[in-house]
């Protein structure tokens, strides 16, 4: 398996799981509904309608990992079930988020 630093510096997409603990090791690809859903540790909502416009357009024209944001994902239900709150994905949303995160980047070259 590759190390982390590979799978950053690499040219492939990458996703993350943003928890209340902070930033997980990257994985290469992009992922599919089952691992997002595995991630969030249950039903996947799409964050981007959420976000407003000031954060998307911030996000859009801000770079992590030298790429761009695909996609953001959280667990639709995470309040309903009263899961902790997420500092770290609060802070990239700008707005109260619970639960754990995924953040899916485009390829290097998208």
Request: aromatic letters at 8%; charged letters at 25%; a negative charge.
């Given at each position: 398996?590759?190390?982390?630093?590979?799978?950053?510096?690499g040219d492939?997409?990458?996703w993350?799981?943003?928890?209340?603990?902070?930033?997980?090791n990257a994985k290469s690809g992009?992922?599919?509904?089952?691992?997002?859903q595995e991630a969030v540790?249950?039903?996947v909502q799409s964050v981007e309608r959420f976000l407003p416009h000031d954060m998307k357009m911030q996000l859009e024209d801000s770079r992590m990992y030298g790429r761009e944001i695909k996609?953001?994902?959280?667990?639709?239900e995470g309040a309903m079930r009263s899961m902790p709150y997420?500092?770290?994905?609060?802070a990239i949303c700008g707005f109260h988020v619970v639960g754990p995160m995924v953040i899916a980047f485009?390829?290097?070259w998208d």
């Open positions: 398996m590759a190390e982390d630093s590979e799978i950053i510096l492939d997409p990458i993350v799981r943003v928890t209340e603990f902070g930033i997980e992009t992922p599919n509904l089952a691992q997002i540790d249950g039903y996609a953001i994902y959280v667990n639709e997420n500092p770290f994905a609060s485009k390829s290097r």
